[in-house]
T-cell receptor, first 116, second 115 residues
Framework: DADVTQTPRNRITKTGKRIMLECSQT?????MYWYRQDPGLGLRLIYY???????NKGEISDGYSVSRQAQAKFSLSLESAIPNQTALYFC???????????????FGPGTRLTVL | AQSVTQLGSHVSVSEGALVLLRCNYS??????LFWYVQYPNQGLQLLLK??????LVKGINGFEAEFKKSETSFHLTKPSAHMSDAAEYFC?????????????FGKGTKLSVKP
């Protein structure tokens, strides 16, 4: 089984709809991240969480919100989706052990979101 | 602030040829550097990383990268390309000991391998 899972893997929705993307991990990592990937722009950080009570905005948080329901779960919400939020979304994890000190991150398979 | 520049959004090589993907970074302190690979329809997978010590770092699938502080570079190489190397490659930098510990990614280089 994959260590970092994302649901759904694909989603098509309409402008104005509320969408939630979910991420679960079995790695026992404390840190979790949400990125979006757009062609030619690489990955950009939306939100990150260092533990259940610590949520931080990333580079492009406008239009998004997150919830860290448990150490293993980190959800991303689009309250009112718009077409320019069409992208590939990735969840990632890292921990505070030796690997985490260097911030090596482990990625889920991605969610492809299309907003019409 | 940290930043990463990947030179060339697309690189095409023939099977068996040398692969060279370029990455330059900007940092006020010695950074931690990473190369990730993304195969079609998959997430990112770590290829290799530089943290401390030896500046020539070996990774999976025959890839290696050399940290050159004087050139602020961390180029990725592989002596002989294979068809299975076709993917998108991302260079990333992390603040050394930074409290935020975030990765900053380059825009990616898509590698094509011709038969």
């Amino acid at each position: 089984d994959a260590d970092v899972t994302q649901t759904p893997r694909n989603r098509i929705t309409k402008t104005g709809k509320r969408i939630m993307l979910e991420c679960s991990q079995t790695k026992g990592h404390d840190r979790m991240y949400w990125y979006r990937q757009d062609p030619g722009l690489g990955l950009r950080l939306i939100y990150y969480s260092f533990d259940v009570k610590d949520i931080n905005k990333g580079e492009i948080s406008d239009g998004y919100s997150v919830s860290r329901q448990a150490q293993a779960k980190f959800s991303l919400s689009l309250e009112s989706a718009i077409p320019n939020q069409t992208a590939l979304y990735f969840c990632a994890t890292s921990d505070l052990s030796a690997g985490g000190k260097y911030n090596e991150q482990f990625f889920g398979p991605g969610t492809r979101l299309t907003v019409l | 602030a940290q930043s990463v520049t990947q030179l060339g959004s697309h690189v095409s090589v023939s099977e068996g040829a040398l692969v060279l993907l370029r990455c330059n970074y900007s940092s006020s302190v010695p950074p931690y550097l990473f190369w990730y690979v993304q195969y079609p329809n998959q997430g990112l997978q770590l290829l290799l990383k530089y943290t401390t010590g030896a500046t020539l770092v070996k990774g999976i699938n025959g890839f290696e990268a050399e940290f050159k502080k004087s050139e602020t570079s961390f180029h990725l190489t592989k002596p002989s390309a294979h068809m299975s190397d076709a993917a998108e490659y991302f260079c990333a930098v992390s603040d050394r000991g930074g409290s935020q510990g975030n990765l900053i990614f380059g825009k990616g280089t898509k590698l094509s391998v011709k038969p």
